[in-house]
């Protein structure tokens, strides 16, 4: 069972970044697209973006758009989550999610059901 840790989250005031982290060793980039959710108290878990096996066509939420960034570094298999301008709203458990989406290289997944391997998650705390 391939494994998927995220790390980075924490506490943060309204307006500044924070940056989170995913690694999957054995779960390749070339194979496998990958995705951030993130679940609030109470809440059901949401997409927030993804990235195709090819990193092209970045998928974003529209409430991040302009605030987060998803990237890749394939030297060191890590995904990344780049947060700027957090909100209070944005205060949720992050979960890093890989999956294998057959045949669709350029294609950034949105459901959870796209998602074949998920980390426990990271809390992000964003106060006012």
């Known amino acids: 069972q391939a494994q998927v840790v995220e790390s980075g989250g924490g506490l943060a005031q309204a307006g500044e970044s924070l940056r989170l982290s995913c690694t999957a060793p054995?779960?390749?980039?070339?194979?496998?697209?990958r995705g951030w959710f993130r679940q609030a108290p109470g809440k059901e878990r949401e997409i927030v973006s993804s990235?195709?096996?090819?990193?092209?066509?970045?998928y974003y939420r529209d409430s991040v758009k302009g605030r987060f960034t998803i990237s890749r570094d394939k030297a060191k298999n890590t995904l990344h989550l780049q947060m700027n301008s957090l909100k209070p709203e944005d205060t949720a458990t992050y979960f890093c999610?890989?999956?294998?989406?057959?045949?669709?290289?350029?294609?950034?997944?949105?459901?959870?059901?796209?998602?074949?391997?998920w980390g426990q998650g990271t809390r992000v705390t964003v106060s006012s």
């Open positions: 999610a890989a999956g294998r989406t057959p045949g669709l290289y350029n294609y950034a997944p949105r459901a959870q059901t796209d998602f074949d391997y």
């Open positions: 054995g779960l390749s980039f070339d194979d496998y697209a």
């Open positions: 990235i195709s096996r090819t990193g092209r066509n970045p």
